[in-house]
């Protein structure tokens, strides 16, 4: 029998102990189950325990990255017997680590990642890295301390750069919640005849056609993009795109959309190329399913642009 693990994840101050508290107040959630929360952080939140219906809930402290191991946790579970478990996760420790120590038997049902709405662009910044670590898996992210002055466009983009699963939420100051509402602002004309991509604007078009291809269906669009011939692409096509970079020199990557066009054979290998093409759809093993599929009127040489690298925000 497999024991379910909900992993709150976030940095230092973000209200995941609030969070798990008042989970755990819910008789909805907690119905008597023998819970282990497990304690990967110290805030400056303690839990009270005795608003837990039931007395069912224990706590166990792991006060350093080096005592998460799978013996630990497996020794535990022996002694005590746990129906489930609720993780409050260090931000600053990989979430690998984690992954690495559950034992086969215990689960992930759900992560959500909590975040102060007021310093995560600065984790952004100055903890690229850690920060988008936090963002590849949850299934929720919820954004605390906003207001009205809260950049909700921004914190959208920094989600669907890195995850294009996880739903949003916006908790204000007051306890009420706002949904996921935010309409990208893009760059660039959508209902233009042709629809031109400035070279810095790239990874946001990228994103945005991955996430909403029918807004991009049989229209024509104009991009500069480096040349990748591959042959897990069909004959006569190649795919043109750009290298993106999420969080860090060692998480670049390759990001493009197949190309039909009649000269894709004789297009020189990481050369730049102008692309005027007509996005369609298919579905292709590049794609895991469904996925942009561009039908060239011209592929003429171009010159790099000024910036090679993508960024996915602006």
Known sequence: ????????????????????????????FNTGEKTLVLLCEEGENEYRPERFA???????????QAGLTTAFLKDYQKKHRVDRVLIEYNGMWPLQALYDALPKDWDIYQIILLADSTTFASYM???????????????????NRCTDA?????????????????????????????????????????DAPVIDIADEDFGLWYLDAMDNLDKYMGKTVRFKGYVCQTPRVPKGCFVPGRFGMTCCAEDISFIGFICAAENAAALQHRSWVTVTATVGAKEHPIYDGVGPWLEAASVTPAQPPKEELVYFLR
């Open 1 to 28: 029998m497999s024991i379910p693990v909900y992993l709150f994840t976030g940095f230092l101050d973000a209200g995941k102990t609030a969070f798990i508290q008042e989970t755990l107040e819910d008789p909805g």
């Open 54 to 64: 039931g007395g069912n809930v224990s706590f166990l402290p792991v006060e350093e």
């Open 125 to 143: 910044t100055n903890m690229r890295q850690l920060a988008v670590d936090k963002l590849q898996d949850p299934e929720m992210v919820i954004f």
């Open 150 to 190: 809260t950049d909700k466009a921004y914190l959208h983009r920094a989600v669907r750069m890195v995850n294009r699963r996880a739903q949003m939420a916006f908790e204000r100051t007051d306890g009420s919640v706002d949904p996921d509402d935010v309409v990208d602002e893009l760059p660039f004309d959508t």
